[in-house]
Nanobody, 114 residues
């Protein structure tokens, strides 16, 4: 059973930082590209970042480029998203997923507000 469990969200002030974690299970984590997505109120779910199996290459949405960093620890079956210089428009529920699968986790809420 493929599962993704996101954690690390919370309430932060503009300009602050958070690190999100995603614990994956039910498949061979190291064999799959992994991605972070987010869904803000009134908007469609958006691809935020993706990372290759070994972590050597990452791609980012233009809106987060230079502020967010995706990484992975294959030994721990864990995906991370370091978010710096947060803006109110980053407020959303954040999800992780291996795009090969259709399974979604519960997500973790990130709220950026003064």
């Amino acid at each position: 059973q493929v599962q993704f469990v996101e954690s690390g969200g919370g309430l932060v002030q503009p300009g602050g930082s958070l690190r999100l974690s995603c614990a994956a299970s039910g498949f061979t984590f190291s064999n799959y590209v992994m991605s972070w997505y987010r869904q803000a109120p009134g908007k469609e779910r958006e691809l935020v970042a993706s990372i290759t199996t070994g972590g050597s290459t990452a791609n980012y949405a233009e809106s987060v480029k230079g502020r967010f960093t995706i990484s992975r620890d294959n030994a721990k079956n864990t995906l991370y998203l370091q978010m710096n210089s947060l803006k109110p428009e980053d407020t959303a529920v954040y999800y992780c997923r291996a795009p090969r699968f259709v399974t979604w986790g519960q997500g973790t809420q990130v709220t950026v507000s003064s």
